[in-house]
C-alpha cells in the first residue's frame, strides 16, 4: 500500500509569491492533516480537511490556505510568502474519523519550502 | 486547551543504556497521547499511542510508555537503546471525541546515542 506522497519535495521561492504544496493521502484515508515544521517553533498543526470540509485550523494567518478533492487529495496555499514561511511542510493522512478518533496518523516526507 | 511539554530538548545516551524521554501535558478533556520519531529528512513515524485501557503502552523497536493520569505524564522508556535510534522523538496529544479535534506536539527530544 503506497504511503502518504508530498510533491514538491523541494523548492525555492521569493519574497512576496505564492506556492501550492500537493499531497496524496494513504488510499481509503478522508482524513488529511498539514503541519509546519521549524527550528524555531517546532512542529505546529496547520489545518485538518475530512470528506472535502476544514475541520480545524491551527493558529496561522489567512495566508495559508488549502483544499481536500473528492479523492481526498489535498492541496495547501500560501501566499504572499515570507523569510519566515521557510519550512518543512508535512501533509499526514488518517483513516477512520481522523484526528477526532485517535487514529494513527501517517506523515508523508514532507516538502521543503526556501523563501528567499 | 492542550499543551504538551517535552523538558529535555536532548539527551545523550550510551549504546545499550536504558534511556527515559519525558513528556507532560495539560488538558481540560480527556486525551489520545501519542509518541512519534522523526529519522533525519524524513517524516514521522508512530512509536506508540495510548487511547485507553492498560496504562503501560508497548510501541515498535522496543519502546513503550505509560501513562499517568495523576502526574498527567506519557514518558518513554526503552531498556537498550541502539544507534539505530538516533532520532528526534515527539510526544503529541489530541482531544477525545472532539470533531473540531486537532493534535499538539512538544517541541520535541533529540536522542543522541553513543558508542
Known amino acids: 500500500k503506497a504511503g502518504v506522497t508530498q510533491t514538491p519535495r523541494y523548492l525555492i521561492k521569493t519574497r512576496g509569491q505564492q506556492v501550492t504544496l500537493s499531497c496524496s493521502p494513504i488510499?481509503?484515508?478522508?482524513?488529511v492533516s498539514w503541519y509546519q515544521q521549524t527550528p524555531g517553533q517546532g512542529l505546529q498543526f496547520l489545518f485538518e480537511?475530512?470528506?472535502?470540509?476544514?475541520?480545524n485550523k491551527g493558529n496561522f494567518p489567512g495566508r495559508f490556505s488549502g483544499r481536500q478533492f473528492s479523492n481526498s487529495r489535498s492541496e495547501m496555499n500560501v501566499s504572499t510568502l515570507e523569510l519566515g514561511d521557510s519550512a518543512l511542510y508535512l501533509c499526514?493522512?488518517?483513516?477512520?474519523?481522523?484526528?477526532?478518533?485517535?487514529?494513527?496518523?501517517?506523515f508523508g516526507e514532507g516538502s521543503w519550502l526556501t523563501v528567499v | 486547551a492542550q499543551s504538551v511539554t517535552q523538558l529535555d530538548s536532548q539527551v545523550p545516551v550510551f549504546e545499550e543504556a536504558p534511556v527515559e524521554l519525558r513528556c507532560n501535558y495539560s488538558?481540560?478533556?480527556?486525551?489520545?497521547l501519542f509518541w512519534y520519531v522523526q529519522y533525519p529528512n524524513q517524516g514521522l513515524q508512530l512509536l506508540l499511542k495510548?487511547?485507553?485501557?492498560?496504562?503501560l503502552v508497548k510501541g515498535i523497536n522496543g519502546f513503550e510508555a505509560e501513562f499517568n493520569k495523576s502526574q498527567t505524564s506519557f514518558h518513554l522508556r526503552k531498556p537498550s537503546v541502539h544507534i539505530s535510534d538516533t532520532a528526534e522523538y515527539f510526544c503529541?496529544?489530541?482531544?477525545?471525541?472532539?470533531?473540531?479535534?486537532?493534535?499538539?506536539f512538544g517541541s520535541g527530544t533529540r536522542l543522541s546515542i553513543r558508542p
Open positions: 499526514a493522512s488518517s483513516s477512520g474519523e481522523g484526528l477526532a478518533s485517535g487514529n494513527t496518523i501517517y
Open positions: 488510499s481509503g484515508h478522508r482524513s
Open positions: 480537511y475530512f470528506s472535502e470540509t476544514q475541520r
Open positions: 488538558s481540560s478533556v480527556s486525551v489520545y
Open positions: 495510548y487511547l485507553s485501557g492498560s496504562t
Open positions: 503529541a496529544v489530541s482531544a477525545l471525541y472532539s470533531s473540531a479535534s486537532k493534535i499538539i
